[in-house]
């Protein structure tokens, strides 16, 4: 159990003095980021759908 505590009292440690925190421009301007690439991935994944789709009704007409 000591080893355990040990364990959680290092970790708290480390994430105060060691770790370096964003500041809150930084944490905004990383979410604007994430959010645009998460747009932009989303339009292009829709649009690959959509083409998929078109194409395949396509042969499925050629067939039927």
Same mark, same amino acid.
């Given at each position: 159990?000591n080893?355990?505590? @040990? ?5 708290y440690?480390e994430?105060l003095?060691?770790?370096s925190?964003?500041t809150? @421009?930084q944490?905004?301007?990383s979410?604007v980021?994430? #959010?645009?690439a998460?747009? #932009?991935? @989303?339009?292009?994944v829709?649009?690959m759908?959509i083409a998929?789709?078109?194409? #395949?009704k396509?042969?499925?007409? #050629?067939i039927h």
């Amino acid at each position: 159990m000591n080893k355990v505590t @040990t364990y959680f009292r290092e970790s708290y440690k480390e994430l105060l003095e060691k770790v370096s925190w964003p500041t809150w @421009t930084q944490l905004q301007q990383s979410t604007v980021i994430v #959010l645009v690439a998460t747009i #932009l991935i @989303t339009a292009i994944v829709w649009v690959m759908d959509i083409a998929a789709q078109s194409g #395949l009704k396509f042969i499925y007409s #050629l067939i039927h």
